[in-house]
């Protein structure tokens, strides 16, 4: 049974920093990409960042150069360092996983595990 499950969230002010962490208790060798998205009130869910097994990655552009993602394979779990956060990442961020290969790796269809979201607060 894999599950994924999220931690990390809070409020902060804009400007400052968050880590998000996603532990994958169901991990095997095959899972293949990792992502986070986030999903805030009344938006689409977008992918964030996505990672591979062997550590390509990719990023949505309203966050380069201000987020960045990785993984432990030994844990294993995903992470999500935040940094010069604005009111507009506000949102429920969520860690995502599939075990197959991914074209597109900030499209939510291409994942098929998903953990339950933890809450980001940026205030200005």
């Known amino acids: 049974q894999v599950q994924l499950v999220e931690s990390g969230g809070g409020s902060v002010q804009a400007g400052g920093s968050l880590r998000l962490s996603c532990v994958d208790s169901?991990?095997?060798?095959?899972?293949?990409?990792m992502a986070w998205f986030r999903q805030a009130p009344g938006k689409e869910r977008e992918g964030v960042a996505g990672?591979?097994?062997?550590?390509?990655?990719t990023y949505a552009d309203s966050v380069k150069g201000r987020f960045t993602i990785s993984r432990d394979n030994a844990r294993p779990a995903l992470y999500l360092q935040m940094k010069d956060l604005k009111p507009e990442d506000a949102a429920t961020y969520y860690c995502?996983?599939?075990?197959?290969?991914?074209?597109?790796?900030?499209?939510?269809?291409?994942?098929?595990?998903w953990g339950q979201g933890t809450q980001v607060t940026v205030s200005s």
């Open positions: 990672i591979s097994s062997d550590g390509h990655t």
């Open positions: 169901g991990y095997t060798r095959s899972r293949n990409w």
């Open positions: 995502a996983a599939y075990t197959g290969p991914v074209s597109q790796p900030l499209e939510s269809w291409e994942y098929n595990y």
